[in-house]
């Protein structure tokens, strides 16, 4: 579904991304974790043209997104949804009128379809109350949910999230994952989430990858994650207090 | 970008897309209406004044309502205007749409394919070039008004007598010049602030220097122009 080849980007002084391969199968939810400044967020802005790579190529399917240009490039982001770690909501419209905007803005649709629309997808995150609020009435949790409400309700293939849980609290947090994992169970949707929280990473993804020096040290699934002998990884896993024979090993999922 | 947004003239002014316009036309110019209330007023006194008091020296008072209705109208309406709008509706659109970059909602724009030019830059400089003129008609009034205070109660100018003679010699065409500079100023103010805004980078502090330096580059663009559109129309 989304494929990266030999990707090289360079960042100041620092190539963030140095010979970069990764692949995430459609269907899935993806995970991408690593230390700071590892490069997750660029691998993100990468899959959407945010960035462009100083060389090798990022597929989306069979469109090469690295070198989409106009038209193109509108198509093939119209095939993601993206929820920004702060959530990127427009200040000035309320809730409802930012998850509507994409509908608003693209489609013939009239003001009262879009208004249900954006209701329903509100609904899917729980926050269908504050279709009037605007985002400075609104905790950062729910700012994060009424910015994936915004994301899906194109219904795109992909969703990507950016930190979905940095900054929240627990409790929210796991709600933030229930949400990631229930939007694959019910649309098919294809996720990749970066994030630093391992607890979230190990219940929500069905492949896990750990970035560091600007490449993938390791690719596997949950189980297979918590049993890596990389250092990095155990290093990662150690710090958040989970242990080989911690719970997740027991196959606790969301 | 100014001609970017040109392009997308047609696309703002459609039904959905134009109570964006209007909330940035009532930001820009109902917003702006007390200080320039203040400003314009005791511009045209300080210049009745100033001017008032030289002229009395040779018996020529009753010349004010010239002097300052002229000035008015040709410099100093657009420009005080001018100075106004930069320092405050100016400053906080480059705040604004530096908030937005530093946020990531100009990126989310992007993702939404929604370009940034059309949906945060057209409807400001639509406001921007509309109200521009409309303030400075304003300004000019006040201006005039407040000159007129002054010659009646400190030059023994009369109100008729400051009236009479500001329409024997003021022109049109001075109205006119004055607000085709209070159009190109707006545009000015629009697009250096929208620009300082989308180039902003490091947080907080980068927005802090993208409102300086719309407030810096605005002020010392409306002087240039200013001048250089004087020097054309009037030779």
Redesign the interface.
Known sequence: MIRFENVTKRLGRRNVLDGFDLEIKAGETFVICGPSGMGKSVTLKHMVRLLTPDSGHVWVGDDCVSEARGKELERIRARFGVLFQSGALLEWLTAGENVGLPLREHTDKGDEEIDTLAREKLRMVELEDAFDKHPSDLSGGMRKRVALARAIITEPEIVLYDEPTSGLDPVTSRTIDELIDNLRKQLGITSVVVTHDLHSALAIGNRIAMLNYGKAVEVSAPEEFMKSTNSVVRGFLEAQYITRRGAWEKGLKV | MLFEATLFIPLALTK?RRSEVF?QLYITGIKSLGVITVVAAFTGMILALQTGLELRRFGLQQNIGTAVTVVMMREMGPFMTALIVAASVGSAIAAQVGT?VV???V??L?????NPVR?IVLPRLIALAVMMPILTIYTNILGVAGGALVGATQLQVSFQAYIDNAQLYAQNKDLYVGLLKAFVFGIVIATTACHQGFVTTEGAVGVGQATRRTVIISFLTILVLGYMLTRVFYR
């Open positions: 959905r909330n937005m946020s990531e909602e990126s989310a992007e993702i939404m394919s929604i949906f």
